[in-house]
């Protein structure tokens, strides 16, 4: 059981816009930033958003980052079959005082 | 542009000392602000965060493994290392090498991963 929610699945047809919730507490999410991550099956993770909602370098900016309050969100815009994939949400927890990951949320683009 | 390899033993007795190593290429691992970290993955899981270091020593571990885990650095070789002690099936995984952005806790540069297996 992650402490951070995320849905185990998630799928939208070719340009499509699909939204992944991660969904945390005060002691993570509600005081800290959040990051999250593409891992295509096979392949490492892929930093895609940090500080909640800044895209990283490199990143198609179909993809965007928000929170409010203790949830978070990532989006992705014009779907393609690129983006099939795991998607992980990860932020520090003051209460556990580590770094913790939601449970990933895999992608199908049908 | 940055690489991280890991190194290490891919197959590990229980109550065994799995050992790692990643190295760092193109890029100074006592450069400021970036930390050095090790996240690992069970077969068909999530990640779990492991452990930190700076190039400086200060360490930082998961609390649910910290009673079993070593995170050393050796700038001279640009390499730092994890040691998880006393093994278990529990412990088997795909274990990544990452760099971190010290204040988003962005890992930024990963290394490719190696699986290490605990079993007899």
């Known amino acids: 059981q992650s402490v951070l929610t995320q849905p185990p699945s998630l799928s939208g047809a070719p340009s499509q816009r699909v939204s992944i919730s991660c969904s945390g507490s005060?002691?993570?999410?509600?005081?800290?930033?959040v990051n999250w991550y593409q891992q295509v099956p096979g392949k490492a993770p892929k930093l895609l958003i940090s500080?909640?909602?800044m895209l990283s370098p490199g990143v198609s900016d179909r993809f965007s980052g928000s929170k409010s309050g203790t949830s978070a969100s990532l989006a992705i815009s014009g779907l393609q079959s690129e983006d099939e994939a795991d998607y992980y949400c990860?932020?520090?927890?003051?209460?556990?005082?580590?770094?913790?990951f939601g449970g990933g949320t895999k992608l199908t683009v049908l | 542009q940055l690489q991280l390899q890991e190194s290490g033993p891919g197959l590990v007795k229980p109550s065994e000392t799995l050992s790692l190593t990643c190295t760092v290429s193109?890029?100074?691992?006592?450069?400021?602000?970036?930390?050095w970290d090790w996240i690992r993955q069970p077969p068909g899981k999530g990640l779990e965060w492991i452990g930190s270091?700076?190039?400086?020593?200060?360490?930082f571990y998961n609390p649910s493994l910290k009673s079993r885990l070593t995170v050393s650095v050796d700038p001279s070789r640009n390499q730092f290392s994890l040691k998880v002690r006393s093994v278990t099936a529990a412990d088997t995984a795909v274990y990544y090498c990452?760099?971190?952005?010290?204040?988003?806790?962005?890992?930024?540069?990963w290394g490719q991963g190696t699986l290490v297996t605990v079993a007899s």
């Open positions: 270091i700076y190039y400086s020593g200060n360490t």
């Open positions: 500080y909640d909602d």
């Open positions: 005060s002691s993570n999410i509600g005081n800290n930033v």
């Open positions: 193109g890029g100074s691992i006592s450069r400021n602000s970036y930390f």
């Open positions: 990860a932020a520090w927890d003051d209460s556990l005082n580590g770094l913790v």
């Open positions: 990452a760099r971190r952005q010290g204040n988003s806790w962005g890992f930024d540069y």
